[in-house]
């Protein structure tokens, strides 16, 4: 029997990753992004900015006769900066990508699923929200597992949250890109955490978590009949998750310390 994925953020490195994985697993491969030509011809591509209502409707139209096993979204992007400085329209920029996306692709999508399809949505351990200087990004992650989880119980459908910790992507330098002003300010009161955010993405973008590695992960889960609604994937992932059993005054008191070691061994 066919089985149909329909994957929204083909412009992700994961994305081509777990569609390499997947391909060895006879999907017929339904992908999206702002552009298209990515991939090659066992991918049938559709253009798609998850922040637009209007490319919504117009992919329902191309896609109407066509129905799901799986929804695989992996849009996102990360904004950062203290709280004290977060710019309001970066901030709805985050959620209008990572929350209001996920939205869309509930409102305009779901409804080409097949009676046992299932909705997995890319998270990141960010949804604990113990990350100093993320909360915009942890912010935006929690409210989308939130949403998903919410939706699942109301429609009875299957949803998956998968959480990975940090993946050694471009994801890291399109994110310095989409924080540069907040990087460069010329505020010295957050000089030091901000040059260490710059540099801890850029060591992460290549000494974190091999990509395909989490790829073949995400492509497990793709195939399991009855998963779980939440997976960890990496041992920062894990650890992280081990966090909300604790006091939160004890993580913070952890996580400032952390911080401050991880800035003092820069220097």
């Not at 994961?14 to 298209?36: C, G, M």
């Not at 409707?57 to 996102?76: P, R």
């Not at 909360?135 to 409210?143: L, N, W």
């Not at 471009?170 to 907040?182: G, L, P, V």
Request: hydrophobic fraction near 40%; charged fraction near 25%; charge should be positive.
């Amino acid at each position: 029997m066919d089985k149909n994925i329909l994957i929204i953020g083909l412009n992700s490195e994961l994305a081509q990753d777990t569609i390499e994985e997947l391909k060895k697993k006879n999907w017929n491969i339904y992908a999206t992004s702002r552009q298209i030509g990515l991939m090659d011809e066992n991918v049938r591509e559709f253009s798609l900015d998850i922040t637009n209502e209007m490319n919504f409707i117009h992919l329902k139209e191309k896609i109407k006769d066509l129905k799901f096993d799986v929804i695989l979204n992996f849009a996102g992007i990360a904004i950062a900066g203290a709280v004290e400085e977060l710019n309001e329209l970066e901030l709805k920029k985050q959620f209008e990508v990572n929350y209001y996306g996920l939205l869309r692709i509930i409102k305009h999508l779901t409804p080409n699923l097949n009676k046992d399809g299932r909705l997995i949505n890319i998270s990141s351990m960010a949804s604990y929200g113990i990350f100093p200087f993320l909360s915009p990004y942890c912010a935006s992650k929690a409210a989308a597992d939130i949403l998903l989880n919410s939706y699942s119980i109301e429609t009875n459908t299957r949803v998956v949250s998968i959480r990975p910790g940090a993946v050694a992507t471009k994801f890291w330098e399109a994110s310095i890109e989409n924080n540069k002003n907040t990087f460069e300010s010329k505020n010295e009161k957050y000089k030091s955490e901000k040059e260490f955010l710059v540099e801890n993405a850029n060591k992460n973008s290549l000494h974190a978590t091999n990509p395909i590695y989490v790829g073949k992960k995400i492509a497990q889960i793709v195939e399991l009949k009855n998963p779980k609604p939440v997976y960890n994937i990496g041992l920062d992932a894990k650890l992280t998750k081990f966090t909300r059993f604790l006091p939160q005054k004890f993580v913070n008191n952890l996580v400032k310390f952390a911080l401050k070691m991880r800035i003092k061994k820069k220097k």
